[in-house]
């Protein structure tokens, strides 16, 4: 008898201890959601000045090079508006753990995928603008 209840009571220690890691992971992966969201909103001024500065020589000489940057910037404008529509606080507090787990994975790829191209635009337009 002594036997069975050891065994019970190891096989629910290690649940336990599987369900606190996968808790952990999830706020953690939570956090780094998070904050790479705040430093893109951060970005997203930059991206609304740059525009603003763009758009006086959008009607130059060169206004095809110019609109396509603007162009980029505006597509990075609205993934980061439409990522921040479709992700739901409210959705992931009702799933599971492993179900938050991957919706969490897969958010922070598409936010580092956005902050690439953000960058990627915002370097276009600084250097653009700095000629």
Do not use: P
């Not at 009571?9 to 999830?26: M, R």
């Not at 479709?86 to 994975?105: A, C, P, Q, R, T």
């Not at 958010?107 to 700095?130: F, G, M, P, R, W």
Request: a neutral charge; one cysteine or more; aromatic letters at 6%.
């Amino acid at each position: 008898m002594n036997k069975k209840l050891l065994s019970f009571l190891f096989v629910l220690f290690i649940f336990c201890s599987c369900n606190e890691a996968e808790q952990k992971l999830s706020q953690e992966l939570n956090d780094q959601v998070m904050q790479l969201h705040d430093q893109l909103m951060g970005k997203t001024e930059d991206v609304l000045k740059l525009k603003r500065r763009l758009d006086s020589l959008s009607t130059g000489k060169d206004s095809v090079n110019v609109n396509k940057i603007i162009a980029s910037l505006n597509k990075s404008d609205e993934s980061m508006m439409d990522w921040m529509h479709h992700f739901s606080l409210d959705s992931l507090e009702k799933m599971d753990v492993s179900n938050k787990i991957g919706y969490l994975k897969k958010q922070l790829e598409a936010l580092k995928n956005l902050e690439k191209s953000t960058d990627s635009s915002v370097h276009a337009a600084k250097t653009y603008t700095i000629k």
